[in-house]
């Protein structure tokens, strides 16, 4: 089954990010850190949503200790795609551009980031232009 990234809820989505930050992790581990994070979360809520993530395979567990230990199955890189893949076709008609120019006029960009943008832009002009999803 592939996993639906853009399908992952909210709080789900704050489970797999404490997997990303700190590793593989039982669901007291994982529970200790959104503590730490300031989302106080019961036990069997972290176990449910771990147990929905495993299920729309986006974690797995090992099962052969006593406590499970559950890893990331996908990135967070894969996540983040599908995520704005999802909101370019619900809000931009699948464009990316209408987006960029909105993360840009809204955004407070560092110079750092500035610089990256300039790159990528500049080297926009080297690479032939795709057709348009629509």
Same mark, same amino acid.
């Given at each position: ?58 974690? +797995? =567990? #090992? ?17 983040? $795609? @599908? &995520? ?25 960009? +560092? =110079? #750092? ?17 795709? $057709? @348009? &999803?629509?």
């Amino acid at each position: 089954m592939t996993p639906r990234e853009a399908d992952i809820g909210v709080a789900e989505l704050e489970v797999l990010q404490t997997l990303w930050e700190h590793g593989p992790a039982t669901v007291r581990e994982v529970m200790n850190n959104l503590h730490d994070h300031g989302r106080q979360l019961a036990y069997t809520t972290v176990l449910t949503f771990l147990t929905r993530l495993e299920q729309k395979g986006c974690v +797995t =567990s #090992d099962k052969s200790d006593l406590a499970y230990v559950y890893r990331p199955k996908v990135s967070r890189d894969k996540v983040s $795609r @599908s &995520r704005l893949e999802a909101v370019l076709d619900s809000f931009y008609d699948g464009s990316p551009g209408p987006l960029v120019l909105q993360l840009i006029r809204e955004g407070k960009l +560092t =110079s #750092d980031e500035i610089a990256e943008l300039q790159k990528v832009i500049d080297g926009l002009d080297a690479k032939p232009q795709r $057709r @348009s &999803r629509s």
